[in-house]
């Protein structure tokens, strides 16, 4: 609890260095994978100053962009940390700003954020579809349907770094899988819009074993929930 409290105060402050936020970020989610989670009781101290680190603005020079990028890393990596490792109603009250973070990180020009971005993403979304959260409902589709929105952006973006659309890709599968045959999760029409998109994808060489293994695993969540 005291190292939480400190490491929240230290976040908090405008005056702490970035690369001491970053130590203590890596902290915190080192406590959080070794424990498998146990901060339910602090995340509301905790998350808010986590998420602004998500947002730090790259500094003017080159080594200053790379330490607020490096920030930025790590914060994202412990938001998908604690998505991992806690209950979806845990994280429920903070998504609201965990969203916004999660869509403002993937689309980012610097491909190593916006893929650390989406893998935190693919973090909230296991946190908030079956089996993990099974009687969401609407209640969650106000949050996936802006990322699946994002999704699809990163994936129709020609200007998007390879590696984010394969990610992108990935993710889109997931969530696809995961919401099927549960109601008010993801809208009939984008459902269809984002396998029709996964079917496109195969035509072309560079994202189509990406777009096979996101429709394997579609149909490997649709036929487990079924």
């Not at 938001?79 to 845990?90: P, S, V």
């Not at 993937?106 to 989406?118: D, P, R, V």
């Not at 984002?194 to 996101?214: C, H, I, W």
Request: hydrophobic share 40%; proline share 4%.
């Amino acid at each position: 609890p005291e190292i939480v409290k400190g490491v929240a105060q230290l976040l908090k402050q405008s005056s702490c260095p970035p690369s001491t936020k970053q130590a203590s970020i890596v902290l915190i989610k080192d406590i959080v994978i070794t424990q498998q989670g146990g901060l339910e009781n602090y995340l509301s101290q905790l998350l808010e100053p986590v998420v602004e680190a998500s947002k730090t603005s790259s500094g003017l020079t080159s080594s200053a962009s790379a330490t607020a990028n490096s920030l930025r890393i790590q914060a994202l990596q412990l938001i998908g940390a604690i998505a991992d490792t806690h209950h979806a109603k845990d994280i429920q009250p903070y998504l609201s700003s965990i969203v916004p973070t999660l869509i403002k990180g993937s689309t980012e020009k610097y491909s190593k954020l916006s893929i650390e971005a989406l893998a935190a993403t693919e973090q909230v979304i296991k946190a908030l579809t079956p089996p993990r959260s099974a009687a969401s409902g609407v209640q969650n589709q106000q949050y996936l349907e802006p990322l699946y929105d994002t999704l699809i952006s990163r994936i129709s973006s020609n200007d998007a770094d390879l590696e984010v659309r394969q990610s992108a890709i990935h993710v889109l599968g997931l969530l696809l899988g995961r919401s099927s045959g549960t109601e008010g999760l993801l809208s009939l029409q984008k459902r269809t819009a984002g396998l029709e998109l996964l079917a496109d994808r195969l035509k072309n060489e560079l994202t189509r074993l990406a777009s096979v293994r996101a429709i394997d695993s579609v149909a490997a969540h649709t036929k487990a929930q079924n």
